[in-house]
């Protein structure tokens, strides 16, 4: 029979197991049951102001330089060894089809998602992504497949018009293809669709003709002035023999 103690708080008699070790105590354990003091942890983290300071206060712990070498020695040294990674796998299994850890993680990567610092790493994270000529045709044929599809087709219609008659939607609709014929590389398309006049072209269309023809090898910032006026003037020249071709 193990040795039992009365808890100052809920006053049941619990295993010493119950409670946690505290040497500033004449019996080398804590007044109140581990379940209790949980409780009044529980209740102060509650508390917002005292969840930042508590939060703020371990960030600072774990970043001194001698805890974090002592964590990271820990780490090693625990997830070193099968055993506990066995472990670990085996409580996974077994709590990762439980509802209440399902909705748990769900809340957790929604929060986390949330924050500032994950919201700019993900940015980037796009960013540097879209930025490979490789995954932009991916996305591309991606999203061209996806929106082809009959069902797809078939809820963008169905989404359409139940919105086409609501005054917000509609608003939203003008304001957007406002927006979207100001966009510079727009408006150029649109120059060229309509046979307008060339010199009306913004130079960034001009530097991106210039630098597709490179094939990516010249940079934005690599292209001279006077090479921007030049394709200018190629382009000015080429439907000038449209043109005449045409009459
Ligand atoms: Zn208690």
Not at 43 to 48: I, V, Y
Not at 113 to 136: C, D, G, T, V
Request: positive net charge; charged residues 45%.
């Amino acid at each position: 029979m193990e040795e039992e103690k009365k808890c100052t708080k809920c006053s049941k008699f619990k295993d010493l197991s119950e409670y946690s070790k505290d040497k500033g105590q004449k019996s080398g354990f804590r007044p109140s049951c581990k379940t209790c003091d949980y409780e009044v942890v529980k209740k102060r983290m509650s508390r917002p102001e005292v969840k930042e300071r508590v939060i703020k206060y371990q960030k600072e712990y774990r970043e001194r330089p001698e805890v974090k070498k002592r964590m990271d020695k820990y780490y090693k040294e625990y997830w070193g060894n099968p055993e506990n990674k066995q472990r670990a796998k085996d409580n996974y299994d077994k709590i990762k089809s439980n509802q209440w850890f399902i909705e748990r993680k769900r809340k957790y990567t929604k929060d986390y998602n949330l924050r500032p610092e994950a919201i700019e790493r993900s940015r980037i994270h796009k960013k540097k992504y879209r930025e490979n000529p490789l995954n932009k045709k991916k996305e591309a044929e991606y999203s061209k497949e996806y929106n082809s599809r009959p069902d797809v087709k078939q809820r963008n219609k169905d989404y359409y018009n139940d919105k086409k008659n609501n005054p917000e939607f509609k608003e939203r609709v003008t304001k957007y293809n406002k927006l979207y014929y100001q966009r510079t590389n727009v408006k150029d398309r649109q120059i060229i669709k309509s046979r307008q006049d060339i010199k009306y072209l913004s130079d960034k269309y001009l530097k991106t003709q210039i630098r597709s023809r490179s094939r990516g090898i010249l940079d934005f910032a690599e292209i001279p002035e006077h090479l921007i006026e030049s394709k200018r003037q190629a382009l000015i020249l080429k439907r000038l023999i449209k043109n005449k071709k045409n009459d």
